[in-house]
């Protein structure tokens, strides 16, 4: 795998099609993977926070979400060939996923913004099978990682937003061979 090092983190550098096409055979596989989708900030946080950073490093393949990390490997002299976005990865996994008969879990996002993404899903990938639809504020988060293990998705899309998703995925991930994918506020914009 190509990768460019900005600020010691190993950036995926391939095309959104080829990072896709990777990850779907890794889920067909039943690999164990974590994304992380990297914009600036989060960067820019890991810096700072260590433990992190740490996360984001164990990530399987980090990719460059957001024109930031693009203009930083070019002036390292790296050219990116494009951004590889939460929300576009979530879209195009959901389509494959509906086409392929794969199944999901959703994790992250207020409650009415759940039920909005149910419509969706219920609507437009109802080959999808849902394993589990839940919000983003709950108590204990053993009681939500057990459910996940128990249901074996292939696809864990998590919307916690930076740093809670990648906290929550690099805690449990390693109990499940599926795919672990922070995706930020994604289901708020599927959910319009
Ligand atoms: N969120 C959540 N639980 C929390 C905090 C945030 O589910 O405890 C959700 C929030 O509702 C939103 C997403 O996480 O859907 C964060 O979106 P934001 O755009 O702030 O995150 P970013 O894309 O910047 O990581």
Redesign the pocket.
């Known amino acids: 795998n190509n990768k460019t090092n900005i600020l010691g983190f190993n950036f995926l550098n391939t095309t959104f099609k080829d990072f896709l096409n990777n990850i779907k055979d890794r889920i067909n596989n039943k690999e164990n993977t974590f994304v992380v989708t990297a914009n600036p900030?989060i960067i820019t946080y890991a810096l700072d926070h260590p433990e992190y950073s740490k996360k984001v490093k164990a990530a399987n393949y980090l990719v460059p979400d957001g024109i930031g990390i693009l203009k930083g490997a070019k002036i390292l002299g790296d050219n990116m060939p494009e951004r590889i976005t939460g929300y576009d990865v979530l879209l195009d996994l959901l389509a494959w996923g509906n086409k392929n008969n794969k199944s999901a879990y959703f994790l992250?996002?207020?409650p009415e913004?759940i039920k909005d993404l149910e419509k969706i899903l219920m609507d437009k990938y109802s080959n999808l099978e849902i394993k589990g639809l839940q919000?983003?504020?709950f108590k204990n988060d053993e009681i939500i990682a057990k459910d996940i293990i128990n249901k074996k998705p292939d696809m864990v899309f998590v919307?916690?937003?930076?740093p809670?998703q990648e906290d929550f995925i690099f805690k449990y991930k390693n109990k499940l061979n599926s795919l672990w994918i922070g995706l930020?506020?994604s289901?708020?914009v599927l959910s319009g």
Do not use: M, N, Q, S
Request: a negative charge.
């Open positions: 900030e992250g996002a207020k913004v919000d983003g504020y919307a916690l937003g930076f809670k930020g506020g289901f708020d």
